[in-house]
């Protein structure tokens, strides 16, 4: 089992940057891929970004390239996601995921095992 706990999440104007933490415990953290989904209101869960066990390779979904970026310090058990140049369409409950497998398929949540309770960020204009 693999227990994520999120982190980081708030209240910012648009343009402002957040920095969101995923705490993992449980299993050996270091062989599994992560991943962040969002969930906006009234709107189904989306994926946000991956990154490898390694952290050799990441993927985003393309309204997130170039402004956030996801990263991961497995001797904390911690995956991060950098959200920079925030807008008001960023606002949703970020969820952390994790699976241990191979590296494809990143944007279907039935691929991932374990997730996290989430954490509010809201952009306001």
């Known amino acids: 089992q693999v227990q994520l706990v999120e982190s980081g999440g708030g209240l910012v104007q648009a343009g402002d940057s957040l920095r969101l933490s995923c705490a993992a415990s449980g299993r050996t953290f270091s062989s599994f891929n992560a991943g962040w989904f969002r969930q906006a209101p009234g709107k189904e869960r989306e994926f946000v970004a991956a990154i490898k066990w390694s952290g050799s390779s990441t993927y985003y979904t ?17 995956v991060y996601l950098q959200m920079n140049s925030l807008k008001p369409e960023d606002t949703a409950v970020y ?14 949540e039935s691929k991932y095992d374990y997730w996290g309770q989430g954490t509010q960020v809201t952009v306001s204009t």
């Open 62 to 78: 393309n309204s997130v390239k170039g402004r956030f970026a996801i990263s991961r310090d497995n001797t904390k058990n911690t």
């Open 95 to 108: 969820y952390c995921a994790a699976y241990s497998g191979y590296w494809g398929d990143l944007g279907k």
